[in-house]
T-cell receptor, first 114, second 114 residues
Framework: DQQVKQNSPSLSVQEGRISILNCDYT??????FLWYKKYPAEGPTFLIS?????DKNEDGRFTVFLNKSAKHLSLHIVPSQPGDSAVYFC?????????????FGSGTQLTVLP | DGGITQSPKYLFRKEGQNVTLSCEQN?????MYWYRQDPGQGLRLIYY???????QKGDIAEGYSVSREKKESFPLTVTSAQKNPTAFYLC?????????????FGPGTRLTVL
């Protein structure tokens, strides 16, 4: 049973436009959410995170929105650049877990076209 | 430079052989994690360690073993009992400071069992 779902395996966007990547979760115990970016044959790099006490967090071109009632979060990239082309993973941390092990979605391949 | 190193980057082994993947960090993080990534899937947790001399099984620990004798090191052994060992293996360590709670990943080791 996938607790974190990224239903779009791929997304193509024109350079300069907005990229919107979506993520849904089922476990109401998750209280901290992260987005990672991954290039082929490399480890994921942290992008941005959001705590469940917030509904929005912004860092430069990247904004994450959290809708707790819908158990949905999204990552907005504005404006999109060709260097943003990568696989983006959504991940979640459970409340009351000292180990804070992450549960990952299956990823969305973003391609930004020049 | 602080970071996480994994070696080797590519590893080939014959079926039935045990193999050990190295993971070293100089970030002074207490918690370390091992994940496995298969094509088209997210990262799945194999083992994690919150402190030296302690480790716990993750979601897919069967066929794997770990040790945590030093804070800096968390090697993973893929044993012959692992039925499908060919995958991309990622090691991570976790920073918790203030409001931050992030895992930092190494570059990964691609293991191919022939």
């Amino acid at each position: 049973d996938q607790q974190v779902k990224q239903n779009s395996p791929s997304l193509s966007v024109q350079e300069g436009r907005i990229s919107i990547l979506n993520c849904d979760y089922t476990n109401s115990m998750f209280d901290y959410f992260l987005w990672y970016k991954k290039y082929p044959a490399e480890g994921p790099t942290f992008l941005i995170s959001i705590s469940s006490i917030k509904d929005k967090n912004e860092d430069g071109r990247f904004t994450v929105f959290l809708n707790k009632s819908a158990k949905h979060l999204s990552l907005h990239i504005v404006p999109s650049q060709p260097g943003d082309s990568a696989v983006y993973f959504c991940a979640a941390n459970p409340r009351f877990s000292s180990a804070r092990q992450l549960t990952f979605g299956s990823g969305t391949q973003l391609t930004v076209l020049p | 430079d602080g970071g996480i190193t994994q070696s080797p980057k590519y590893l080939f082994r014959k079926e039935g052989q045990n193999v050990t993947l190295s993971c070293e960090q100089n970030l002074n993080h207490d918690a370390m994690y091992w994940y496995r990534q298969d094509p088209g899937q997210g990262l799945r947790l194999i083992y994690y360690s919150q402190i030296v001399n302690d480790f716990q099984k993750g979601d897919i620990a069967e066929g794997y073993s770990v040790s945590r004798e030093k804070k800096e090191s968390f090697p993973l052994t893929v044993t012959s009992a692992q039925k499908n060992p060919t995958a991309f293996y990622l090691c991570a360590s976790r920073e918790t400071s203030g409001s931050r709670d992030e895992q930092f990943f190494g570059p990964g080791t691609r293991l191919t069992v022939l």
